[in-house]
């Protein structure tokens, strides 16, 4: 449910800053974002970076986290998340990093 959350929350923001600012496709824009604590993986709430780019039928996310895991698992741990218009991938990895990646199919506004 919390990666629901951030996804439709990270989209609609895309969609409306992309809307009103009127951003190149190709060059994309960085937008701030916050990960929850998702157990195992994450523990803490982290801070990211997101990294959108808007493409003609689709938006998609890379999000890094620009503080390190506090409790890192031992592996790499990953989530994956789909749904109809949606996909999302969040890995922890033992070096402290996080990583987001979404692909979401746009919306037309």
Request: charged share 15%.
């Amino acid at each position: 449910m919390f990666v629901r959350r951030l996804v439709f929350s990270l989209f609609l923001g895309a969609v409306l800053v992309g809307s009103i600012v009127g951003i190149s496709a190709a060059g994309g824009f960085k937008e701030p974002g916050v990960v929850g604590p998702i157990p195992p993986i994450v523990n803490a709430a982290l801070p990211l970076v997101c990294q959108i780019h808007l493409e003609a039928d689709h938006v998609e996310y890379t999000c890094n986290a620009t503080e390190p895991n506090p409790n890192p698992p031992k592996d790499a741990k990953t989530i994956k998340l789909s749904e109809p218009k949606a996909s999302c991938k969040l890995t922890a990895y033992p070096d402290g990093r996080v990583v987001l990646t979404c692909r979401v199919k746009s919306v037309v506004v």
